[in-house]
T-cell receptor, first 111, second 114 residues
Framework: GENVEQHPSTLSVQEGDSAVIKCTYS??????FPWYKQELGKRPQLIID?????GEKKDQRIAVTLNKTAKHFSLHITETQPEDSAVYFC??????????FGRGTSLIVHP | EPEVTQTPSHQVTQMGQEVILRCVPI?????FYWYRQILGQKVEFLVS????????KSEIFDDQFSVERPDGSNFTLKIRSTKLEDSAMYFC????????????FGPGTRLTVT
């Protein structure tokens, strides 16, 4: 089955800095890569996703890149704000549409 | 904007008891899912459901678990005889249709087994 590795497990940045979270996946058949933000005690919320036919996607301060050859994808958050503090999960899904999640990155943005 | 809803938000039960967790998926969605998240760990897939039957399940989803769509709006997860290790947050999710990848999660039910 699919295996998704995510790092770092914790990322601490100063407000205004950029944050990068990296994930790798094992199944070359995976073709959909969502990113979820989970605030403490809340539901995972889809913040951005990318399909395998695209190398990069951007939405305001958030961008995701995908390297299918190397089987890795990354989340980039620019100009971080304290409200960006949360746990971020990457995931990979293939034909079954069922995402396999990474272990999560706890992002802390210090004011 | 429509959202997935779940009840109860928190369920406390004794070991060996049966629990039913309830979900109302987004109304025009066709695919439904249950996930589990043990405190501090990643989200794990339990089961997917489409057209009134299970389409896929993980090794976590053993004979103690069952799912049902008893009517046109509810989607339930039953655990027949709870164990301490079933304590977790249980998320329901739904997906619109065969060409949509996006899954939308409910707020979760925190299950505590004592």
């Amino acid at each position: 089955g699919e295996n998704v590795e995510q790092h770092p497990s914790t990322l601490s940045v100063q407000e205004g800095d950029s944050a990068v979270i990296k994930c790798t996946y094992s199944d070359s058949a995976s073709n959909y890569f969502p990113w979820y933000k989970q605030e403490l005690g809340k539901r995972p919320q889809l913040i951005i996703d990318i399909r395998s036919n695209v190398g990069e996607k951007k939405d305001q301060r958030i961008a995701v890149t995908l390297n299918k050859t190397a089987k890795h994808f990354s989340l980039h958050i620019t100009e971080t704000q304290p409200e960006d503090s949360a746990v971020y999960f990457c995931a990979a899904a293939g034909g079954s549409y069922i995402p396999t999640f990474g272990r999560g990155t706890s992002l802390i943005v210090h004011p | 904007e429509p959202e997935v809803t779940q009840t109860p938000s928190h369920q406390v039960t004794q070991m060996g008891q049966e629990v039913i967790l309830r979900c109302v998926p987004i109304s025009n969605h066709l695919y439904f899912y249950w996930y589990r998240q043990i405190l501090g760990q990643k989200v794990e897939f339990l089961v997917s459901f489409y057209n009134n039957e299970i389409s896929e399940k993980s090794e976590i989803f053993d004979d103690q678990f069952s799912v049902e769509r008893p009517d046109g709006s509810n989607f339930t997860l039953k655990i027949r005889s709870t164990k301490l290790e079933d304590s977790a947050m249980y998320f329901c999710a739904s997906r619109k249709g065969p060409l949509s990848y996006e899954q939308y999660f409910g707020p979760g039910t925190r299950l505590t087994v004592t």
